[in-house]
């Protein structure tokens, strides 16, 4: 079955930190896509990035990058420079080709931003 | 453009009642998703639309829980009746394309929490 982990429950940095949320998979499949969403406060989740299986190249933008690793099967996030705005709940989340569920979210990572 | 819509955002009703959750998806949107979102984890699918058709139900407990999407545009999901458990944010979510796997961009409107006394 598939399975998403976010080990980090809650996370605080001090602004203009870098902070890096980590994010673990499990799947029998070749084929699936990896998402990050962020939660901010007002509850709307909002789409960060999407990942296919096949496409191991890592990504940036602006403040935001992403570390995909098929051989550890995670897919991390890191903020440089941190803000304030930043502050929210991150959900990594999987979806196979092949098998299992439709859509699964990890539990979130809190990451609290303080001035 | 106008984003999902949900109504009510928050709703208190007593156990044994029913409820209904109404969502409007993005415009040319055809599929829609339903989530239920526990304090403090991640959402969880509870049923999954292609236009009108229901393809992924799986995990909507079908005894207490309904959804429809009678056009394949707007849908409403119903408990009848709720217990205390049901307390939760429920989550609409819509994206473009369709298939078995969902692998598009979705966009999520902002929930209606519901409290079960």
């Known amino acids: 079955a598939q399975k998403v982990t976010q080990a980090q429950t809650e996370i605080s940095v001090v602004e203009k930190e870098d902070v890096t949320l980590d994010c673990v998979y499990e799947?029998?499949?070749?084929?699936?896509?990896l998402f990050w969403y962020k939660q901010p406060p007002s509850g709307e989740l909002v789409f960060l990035i999407r990942?296919?299986?096949?496409?191991?190249q890592n990504e940036i933008s602006g403040r935001y990058s992403w570390n995909f690793q098929k051989s550890t099967s995670s897919f991390n996030f890191t903020i440089t420079a941190s803000q304030v705005v930043d502050s929210a709940v991150y959900f990594c989340?999987?979806?196979?080709?092949?098998?299992?569920?439709?859509?699964?979210f990890g539990p979130g990572t809190r990451l609290s931003v303080l001035p | 453009e106008a984003g999902v819509v949900q109504s009510p955002r928050y709703k208190i009703i007593e156990k044994k009642q029913p409820v209904a959750f109404w969502c409007n998806p993005i415009?040319?949107?055809?599929?829609l998703y339903w989530y239920l979102q526990n304090l403090g984890q991640g959402p969880e699918l509870l049923i999954r639309?292609?236009?009108?058709?229901?393809?992924?139900d799986s995990q909507l407990p079908k005894d207490r829980f309904s959804a429809e999407r009678l056009k394949g545009v707007d849908s409403t999901l119903k408990i009848q009746p709720a217990e205390l458990g049901d307390s939760a944010v429920y989550l609409c979510?819509?994206?473009?394309?369709?298939?078995?796997?969902?692998?598009?961009?979705?966009?999520f409107g902002p929930g209606t929490r519901l409290t079960v006394l």
């Open positions: 639309y292609e236009n009108e058709e229901a393809v992924d």
């Open positions: 989340a999987l979806s196979e080709a092949n098998y299992g569920q439709n859509f699964v």
């Open positions: 799947t029998r499949d070749t084929t699936y896509y």
């Open positions: 979510a819509s994206s473009l394309g369709s298939g078995r796997v969902s692998y598009n961009e979705q966009f």
């Open positions: 990942r296919n299986s096949f496409d191991e």
């Open positions: 415009s040319g949107h055809n599929t």
